[in-house]
């Protein structure tokens, strides 16, 4: 079976092909960052907009990338939520038209169901059972995951997810938007022994986070420096200080818990997603962590951590089941993990 897969819920148009049988065929993305750098953030009439004009062309590119064509597939996958109400419309209406006009049905995907299966589009894939760290800009949760479907929250960040408090952070150091990333790059350069920032709820005893106090901390630390400066500016190695200072408070809290999590269900592997699993200093404590207690990591490969259209089709491949005549949609600006059903077998 081939399916289609269409991503519409935020900044990314992203839209990909799965076989089924083979895997990955092609896969095409638009990233809106230089559309909405001069806002210091997401627009989202904007990014709607943008959609609109991105999804038909990257459509043919992908069928072209694959060699296939619109008589070839049997299926399209779609973000219905959560998201940006306006994007995730973009992306449900051309799917259902589009499906209607062929004669195949659609299946409406979790966005957050489609990271959470994306490390199955790295080879090796992990089994299930596993607990799964969904970390990005706009959540920040663990799991436990037994199945497609079959998915209990362990804790979650109670205020910021981590990818936000990277932005935000970025954003108090004078870093051009999106910095989340480029805070990431200069933490490399930093000195890890010069500051040291709190590790909120570390010690809870539970699985629940928070990253909110830790970004008013970071703040605090900045007017320290500015104040001590000749200058009353920050030097570009107190910058990367703090950025390292702010990194090293941020993978300790998430490896720490994910650590617990394990201990908790008695599983042996861990599946890292979103956005912010592509950090590296996150990947090296989480893979010195599994070398050390013997359990197995997974991760995404890097082009498809943030949002893409491959993990729309991996996912809705993964939801054939419920696939349905095209024509009736709508779009979930939120949409709880935990309130999908498990896969029913088609058999």
């Known amino acids: 079976m081939l399916v289609l897969g ?68 049997d299926a399209i996958a779609y973000t219905e939520g959560p998201g940006l109400g306006g994007a995730l419309l973009v992306g449900a209406s051309f799917a259902n038209g589009l499906a209607y006009a062929l004669g195949i049905p659609v299946i409406s995907v979790h966005h957050l169901e489609g990271h959470l299966l994306s490390p199955m589009l790295a080879d090796p894939q992990p089994a299930f059972p596993f607990v799964a760290l969904l970390v990005s800009g706009g959540h920040t949760q663990l799991m436990a995951v037994r199945g497609v479907g079959q998915y209990d929250t362990l804790g979650e960040t109670l205020d910021d997810a981590a990818g936000e408090a990277f932005d935000k952070t970025a954003k108090l150091l004078g870093l051009p938007y999106p910095g989340g990333a480029l805070l990431s790059q200069l933490a490399e350069q930093g000195d890890p022994r010069r500051f040291t ?24 630390l900045v007017r320290q420096q500015e104040a001590l400066s000749p200058t009353g500016q920050l030097d570009d190695r107190t910058r990367a200080d703090i950025c390292r200072a702010f990194q090293e408070a941020i993978v300790e809290v998430l490896v720490t818990k994910s650590l617990a999590a394990l201990k908790h269900t008695g599983m042996a592997r861990l599946v890292v997603a979103g956005g912010v699993g592509a950090n590296r200093q996150l990947r090296a404590a989480l893979d010195a962590a599994a070398l050390k207690r013997q359990f197995e990591v997974f991760y995404p490969p890097l082009s498809l951590c943030t949002d893409n259209g491959a993990m729309i089709a991996c996912a809705g491949a993964a939801r054939l089941t419920e696939a349905r005549p095209a024509g009736s949609f709508c779009a979930r600006p939120r949409w709880a993990l935990g309130s999908l059903p498990p896969v029913v077998s088609a058999t």
């Open 197 to 220: 920032l709190p590790r909120p709820m570390l010690r809870s005893g539970d699985f629940e986070m928070s990253f909110s106090g830790l970004k008013t901390a970071v703040l605090t």
């Open 6 to 73: 269409i991503e519409s819920s935020c900044d990314e148009t992203g839209v990909a092909l799965y076989d089924t049988a083979t895997g990955l065929l092609a896969h095409t993305l638009h990233s809106q960052i230089s559309l909405h750098a001069e806002y210091g953030g997401v627009v989202p009439e904007l990014a709607s907009r943008d959609h609109i004009r991105r999804v038909v062309p990257l459509t043919e590119a992908c069928l072209a990338e694959a060699g296939k064509t619109l008589a070839d597939l």
